[in-house]
């Protein structure tokens, strides 16, 4: 599903470069359940954003469902993202504009979804995350773990074929993070969503598939579990 040879990642620091990711090359298999792991600063979520197309590597190749994202042009890696990725961000990235029912409903409008079919979809989204009362609110006035299962709702809305995780639990308290985990095992497992989550929690790297160490921009290690 995923691969990515000899991506590196380096920022200019004002005459210095700063080498964020080194030469990291790995393959994803459609129905893996990956945790990435590593120190802060290592890399992990620069990484994800690779992975996820937000972010372009300095180079390297990248290919995804056999495109070969890094000779895509903007358009139409927006377009592969929009059909086949759900996106959980550490800093949720809600549409402050829109309301909870909006927010969550946004990636529908970029697929073929009725409007009638959209308002069930949304419903039982609402419904699993137990956020119907919220409907109405807009970001603003909810709390992190409220925002935070929003951006879950609204990653998962299209059913992606690659669902990517920034410390999805990370704003949760540990029973609903907990409950997060096992619906992300079960879509993995039931669903064969593939998964790529970051994660600095032991527990929650171990409902994954396999484990993925970055160190200083590198892969440390990387075992089946
Ligand atoms: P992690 O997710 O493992 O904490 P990140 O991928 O967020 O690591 O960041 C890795 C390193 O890259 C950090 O030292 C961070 O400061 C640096 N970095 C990230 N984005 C930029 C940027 N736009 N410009 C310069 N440095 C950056
Ligand atoms: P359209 O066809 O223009 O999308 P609909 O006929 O679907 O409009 O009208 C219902 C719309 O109301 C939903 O699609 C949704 O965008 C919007 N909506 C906004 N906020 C809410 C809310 N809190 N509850 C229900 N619907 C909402």
Redo the contacts with the bound molecule.
Sequence with gaps: MLSLKNISKR?K?GSSQ?T?LNNISLEVEAGEFVSIM??????????LNIIGMLDQPSDGFHYFLDEPVHQLKEKQRSALYKKNIGFVFQAYHLIDELNVYENIETPLLYHDVKSSERKALVADMLDRFQIVGKKDLFPSQLSGGQQQLVGIARALIVKPKLLLADEPTGNLNSKQGEEIMQLFSKLNKEEGMTIIQ?THSEKNAAYGTRIIN?LD?TIASSQQI
């Excluded at 590593?38 to 990484?47: A, Q």
């Design positions: 920022y620091n700063v964020i590593g120190p802060s600063g290592s890399g992990k979520s620069t990484l970051v970055l921009g």
